[in-house]
C-alpha cells in the first residue's frame, strides 16, 4: 500500500504560478496528476515514468504545466505557469502500479486527498 499526500496548493491570480508536490510513502512506478472541478468529473492532467524520461500531458496543460520527480525523495511534482480560472479545481496525486503511461482515472492504484488551486480572475 503506497500513501500519496500532495501540497502546494493555494489561491493565485491569472497568469500566477503554483508548484504541487506529491510525497509517496515508498516506491512508485507510473506517477500522475489529475484535478476535479466543482460538479465536474475527475480529469486527467500529466503522467510521468519512473525514470522521468516518458512524460504525457493533457491538451489543456502543453505548454503550461510540467510534471517532473525526484525518485530520491519518492516525490513528483506539477509546476504551473500561465494559470487561468479554468484551471480552479482540486488537484490530485496518483500512483499506478504499472509501468504504461496512462491518462484514465481507473488505471490507477493508489490516490491522495487532493490539494485545492483557486486562480483568480
Known amino acids: 500500500q503506497v500513501q500519496l499526500v500532495e501540497s502546494g ?3 493565485v491570480q491569472a497568469g500566477g504560478s503554483l508548484r504541487l508536490s506529491c510525497a509517496a510513502s515508498g516506491r512508485t512506478s507510473v506517477m500522475g496528476w489529475f484535478r476535479q472541478a466543482s460538479e ?9 515514468s519512473r525514470s522521468g524520461g516518458s512524460t504525457n500531458y493533457a491538451d489543456s496543460a502543453k505548454g503550461r504545466f510540467t510534471i517532473a520527480r525526484d525518485n530520491a525523495k519518492n516525490t513528483v511534482y506539477l509546476q504551473m505557469n500561465s494559470l487561468k480560472p479554468e484551471d480552479t479545481a482540486v488537484y490530485y496525486c496518483a500512483a499506478r502500479i504499472g509501468v504504461v503511461l496512462t491518462n484514465t482515472v481507473p488505471s490507477y492504484d493508489y490516490w491522495g486527498q487532493g490539494t485545492q488551486v483557486i486562480v483568480s480572475s
Open 40 to 48: 465536474k468529473g475527475r480529469e486527467f492532467v500529466a503522467a510521468i
Open 9 to 11: 496548493g493555494g489561491s
